[in-house]
């Protein structure tokens, strides 16, 4: 079975400092992997997705994400944070179970302080 | 614009009251979802289909039941056997290529008791 471990609930930085949000998986096939982003009262938006080929996959609103298969991470950064990039963020997983389904992560919101 | 349309946005459900909350995509997708978002707690899957007049229960299906009679809709029936259905609900869609395509969320229903 897929699990997916998202590290910290709440991350708050600095608008302009480092963003990492950490995800770790489980999977028993290869991993497809996505990072989602949900605002207050909203559904959610797809940031990146890892599926096959480059392990350094780039996304929306200056994401980005590095597949490690050794570490079985797939954390997202981000060079500046920005106001407008708090809300929550959620990892997932492709499932084994050949019905395209998905196991996510509890989730980590991301606080931005002037 | 392509996109899943949930409603209503808010609903309110009376004690042995069954409601149903309505999910629509335009985007031709084969593949529908419904979800369960409880703070901190992530998406927890309650059904899923892959094609019209077939679907799978996900993993906290008790309480609730979906049909699946058109490709474009996804109904969801939360019953009065579920005990504590406050919560938020996400629909969501994606195709059946070759390639697994990640989904697409609706807005969500945010489900309250009286």
């Known amino acids: 079975a897929q699990s997916v471990t998202q590290l910290g609930s709440h991350v708050s930085v600095s608008e302009g400092a480092l963003v990492l949000l950490r995800c770790n998986y489980s999977?028993?096939?290869?991993?497809?992997l996505f990072w989602y982003v949900q605002y207050p009262n909203q559904g959610l938006q797809l940031l990146l997705k890892?599926?096959?080929?480059?392990?350094l996959v780039k996304g929306i609103n200056g994401f980005e994400a590095e597949f490690k298969k050794s570490e079985t991470s797939f954390h997202l950064t981000k060079p500046s944070a920005h106001m407008s990039d708090a809300a929550e963020y959620f990892c997932?997983?492709?499932?084994?179970?050949?019905?395209?389904?998905?196991?996510f992560g509890k989730g980590t919101m991301l606080l931005v302080s002037p | 614009d392509g996109g899943i349309t949930q409603s209503p946005k808010y609903l309110f459900r009376k004690e042995g009251q069954n409601v149903t909350l309505s999910c629509e995509q335009n985007?031709?997708?084969?593949?529908m979802y419904w979800y369960r978002q409880d703070p901190g707690q992530g998406l927890r899957l309650i059904y899923y289909?892959?094609?019209?007049?077939?679907?799978q229960k996900g993993d906290i299906a008790e309480g609730y039941s979906v049909s699946r009679e058109k490709k474009e809709s996804f109904p969801l029936t939360v019953t009065s056997a579920q005990k504590n259905p406050t919560a938020f609900y996400l629909c969501?869609?994606?195709?059946?290529?070759?390639?697994?395509?990640?989904?697409?969320f609706g807005d969500g229903t945010r489900l309250s008791i009286l």
């Open positions: 999977s028993s096939v290869p991993p497809y």
């Open positions: 289909s892959q094609i019209v007049n077939d679907f």
């Open positions: 997932a997983v492709r499932d084994d179970s050949g019905y395209s389904t998905l196991t």
């Open positions: 985007l031709n997708h084969d593949a």
């Open positions: 890892y599926t096959t080929g480059a392990t």
């Open positions: 969501a869609s994606t195709t059946r290529d070759r390639e697994y395509q990640p989904q697409h």
